[in-house]
C-alpha cells in the first residue's frame, strides 16, 4: 500500500528548530518529487517546499532561508527541517506525493507544529 | 505567489449542482494546464478530485468535473450528495518549481 506517515510536530519557541519527518512506503521517495504543505489552524492550504528526484530543492518565500527539505534514500524517508521558527509557522504539515504533473494525490496524514512561548 | 481567489463559500440542494471558482494570472493558472482540485473534509487530509484542469484520478465519481477559461479555472459538482459537503481547494503550478493554492471555499449541502 502507498502511504505516507509524518512524525516529529510539536510545540516549540519562537525563534526554534524542529525536523519533521514523512516515512514512505509502496514506493521510492527518490524516484518522486516530494512536496511539503501547510495549513494554519482555520486556514487554507500553503505549499511549502519541493525536493526533486535529482536533488533540486525549491521552497515558498515565506520559508526561504529558514527550512530545508531533504531525504534520506536509505530510510525512503523525507525530511523538512525547520529553523527560526516563527508563530506564523504554526500549522499542519502535511507531506505529498504527485500522481502527475503537479497534482497531489498521496498525503500523509499531518503532524502539528506550534511555534509558541 | 499569491494565493488564488476563491469564493468563500457556495451552497446547493441535493441534487442540483453548484460550480466553484478560481481565479489566478496569466503566471499560473492561465499560463499552465496544471490545475488542480482538493476536497477536504474537517480534520483530514486533502483528497484529489481533479488534476490538469480536467482529469478525474481514479475512484472520483463524474459528478465532478474541472474547467479552464483563461486566468479562471472551475469546478463543478453535478448530482450533489451530503457527502460531497466540504471545503474545497483549487491548486496551479505558478513557474520555477513553485504552488499555489486558493484559499479555499466551504461548500455546504442545504
Known amino acids: 500500500e502507498v502511504q505516507l506517515v509524518e512524525s516529529g510536530g510539536g510545540l516549540v519557541q519562537p525563534g526554534g528548530s524542529l525536523r519533521l519527518s514523512c516515512a514512505a512506503s509502496?514506493?521510492?521517495?527518490?524516484?518522486?518529487?516530494m512536496s511539503w504543505v501547510r495549513q494554519a489552524p482555520g486556514k487554507g492550504l500553503e505549499w511549502v517546499s519541493v525536493i526533486y528526484s535529482g536533488g533540486s530543492t525549491y521552497y515558498a518565500d515565506s520559508v526561504k532561508g529558514r527550512f530545508t527539505i531533504s531525504r534520506d534514500n536509505s530510510k525512503n524517508t523525507l525530511y523538512l527541517q525547520m529553523n527560526s521558527l516563527r508563530a506564523e509557522d504554526t500549522a499542519v504539515y502535511y507531506c505529498a506525493r504527485p500522481l502527475t504533473g503537479y497534482a497531489f494525490d498521496i498525503w500523509g496524514q499531518g503532524t502539528m507544529v506550534t511555534v509558541s512561548s | 505567489q499569491s494565493a488564488l481567489t476563491q469564493p468563500r463559500s457556495v451552497s446547493g440542494s441535493p441534487g442540483q449542482s453548484v460550480t466553484i471558482s478560481c481565479t489566478g494570472t496569466s503566471s499560473d493558472v492561465g499560463g499552465y494546464n496544471y490545475v488542480s482540485w482538493y476536497q477536504q473534509h474537517p480534520g483530514k487530509a486533502p483528497k484529489l478530485m481533479i488534476y490538469?484542469?480536467?482529469k478525474r484520478p481514479s475512484g472520483v465519481p463524474d459528478r465532478f468535473s474541472g474547467s479552464k477559461s483563461g486566468n479562471t479555472a472551475s469546478l463543478t459538482i453535478s448530482g450533489l450528495q451530503a457527502e460531497d459537503e466540504a471545503d474545497y481547494y483549487c491548486?496551479?503550478?505558478?513557474?520555477?518549481?513553485?504552488?499555489?493554492f486558493g484559499g479555499g471555499t466551504k461548500l455546504t449541502v442545504l
Open positions: 509502496g514506493f521510492t521517495v527518490s524516484s518522486n518529487y
Open positions: 490538469d484542469v480536467s
Open positions: 491548486c496551479s503550478y505558478a513557474g520555477s518549481a513553485h504552488v499555489v
